[in-house]
């Protein structure tokens, strides 16, 4: 069974910066692919930003592009989501989650191809 157990949020004023982390236990961590997703209030759910397996492929929302990055550490079977340049719109509640994939196929984008999520970790940036 896989775990997934974000760390890392906060409160932060405007243009200030947060890493995120998303701990795996179970699995083998290297086989999968990993993506950020966040849900703010009244907004339905937002994919943020993923990784393949092959830890080239990436894939960002428009809206943070430039200024989130995401990156892995098989070695410690950690996703991460540096973000800098908060803005107030990025407040929401952060949720990683993992999929088994081989390396020929494309990174996914839809939450629901993602089997494992964790629990969340709150984001909450001030004006």
């Known amino acids: 069974q896989v775990q997934l157990v974000e760390s890392g949020g906060g409160l932060v004023q405007t243009g200030g910066s947060l890493r995120l982390s998303c701990a795996a236990s179970?699995?083998?961590?290297?086989?999968?692919?990993m993506v950020w997703f966040r849900h703010a209030p009244g907004k339905g759910r937002e994919l943020v930003a993923a990784?393949?397996?092959?830890?080239?492929?990436?894939n960002y929302a428009d809206s943070v592009t430039g200024r989130f990055t995401i990156s892995r550490d098989n070695a410690k079977k950690t996703v991460y989501l540096q973000m800098n340049n908060l803005k107030v719109e990025d407040t929401a509640v952060y949720y990683c989650?993992?999929?088994?994939?081989?390396?020929?196929?494309?990174?996914?984008?839809?939450?629901?191809?993602?089997?494992?999520w964790g629990q969340g970790t709150q984001v909450t940036v001030s004006s």
């Open positions: 179970g699995g083998t961590f290297s086989r999968f692919a």
């Open positions: 989650a993992s999929r088994h994939v081989i390396l020929t196929v494309p990174l996914s984008l839809q939450p629901t191809d993602y089997g494992y």
């Open positions: 990784i393949h397996r092959n830890d080239r492929d990436t």
